[in-house]
């Protein structure tokens, strides 16, 4: 008598592993959509690197004449003087009012021609000569002139600051603009969508992660335009302190203002990156 064999179903699938196979299915997919682990041993490396770097130099810096080089304590009680005193504050606060203004006034210029070279041949035609020789002339040389037009207050620090942070936003704005994809712009056109609609709906998400690109940039060259005007035309804020200090010796103290402005520029990118997170968060997604 021939037996016939039965596959087993559900109940003897459950016996015979002891998970449901649906169950099994869903720890699979949970495996795998589960972010990567180990991001507390990547802040334990950076951690152990700061702690390495900062040793070295403390241990180093005292092997050397404080006249060529200091430490990092010496650079602490120096900043804690040099907070008590008030004196780092009104510096920094003097150095942000130009750094903010000028910001804005080169991220707004910026971004709206930006985005017409990007769009119009005809304005890009008529403008690429002169981005592109400015661009590539040391503004750096021009300050004896600047100081000619605007004389040695904030218009001066403004007007240094502003042109040094332009460029980086218009050009990167450009960019975005020109790898829009065309076959975007075209499913506009072919839904007759106006040129308003077509730049607010399609160019502007599309562009978007190369114009907050351009602001990280720029916010870059903006410190460094601040420091090179406040050394060159109104000597005050960070700058002022840099050069006072310098010229006294006192290398410990010019370390603090240093320090500030380092600080500065990786608390401005972090929040320019975060703006972008939340202004484009499928950028995000993508990386």
């Known amino acids: ?9 559900p109940a003897d699938a459950k ?15 949970a495996e795998e959509l589960a972010p ?12 152990v690197s700061i702690i390495g770097v900062v040793g070295a130099w403390e241990v180093l810096g005292r092997q050397v004449d404080p006249l060529f080089m200091s ?43 930006g985005l017409l070279i990007g769009r119009y041949r005809m304005v890009d035609a008529a403008t690429d000569w002169l981005v592109n020789a400015l661009y590539a002339t040391p503004l750096v040389a021009i300050i004896p002139l600047v100081i000619l037009w605007f004389g040695l207050g904030n218009t001066a620090k403004t007007f240094i600051v502003t042109i040094l942070a332009l460029f980086p936003i218009l050009i990167n704005t450009t960019a975005g ?22 730049f607010t709906k399609i160019i502007l998400p599309s562009a978007l992660p190369y114009m907050m690109t351009g602001l990280r940039l720029g916010v870059g060259r903006a410190i460094i335009g601040m420091v090179v005007a406040e ?14 200090y310098g010229n006294q010796y006192d290398t410990a103290s010019m370390f603090v203002p240093i320090l500030v402005l380092m600080l500065l520029g990786i608390a401005l990118s972090f929040a320019v990156r975060r703006a972008e997170e939340w202004i484009a968060p499928w950028k995000a997604t993508e990386e």
């Not at 504050?89 to 021609?113: C, D, H, K, Q």
């Open 177 to 198: 603009v020109r790898n829009v994809p065309k076959q975007l712009i075209d499913v506009g056109d072919a839904f007759a969508a106006n040129e308003r609609q077509i």
């Open 15 to 29: 016996s015979l592993s002891g998970v449901e196979p649906e169950t099994e299915l869903a720890s699979a997919d």
């Open 1 to 9: 008598m021939s037996q016939q064999t039965v596959a087993p179903g």
């Open 36 to 47: 990567p682990s180990g991001n507390s041993g990547v802040w334990i490396v950076r951690l």
């Open 71 to 113: 430490y990092p304590s010496a650079i602490a009680v120096a900043g804690a003087h040099m907070v008590a005193t008030g004196e780092l504050l009104v510096g920094l606060m003097s150095s942000l009012r130009t750094l903010v203004v000028a910001f804005v006034i080169a991220a707004v210029i910026g971004t709206a021609l």
């Open 231 to 244: 050394f060159f035309t109104a000597i005050t804020g960070l700058g002022a302190l840099i050069v006072k």
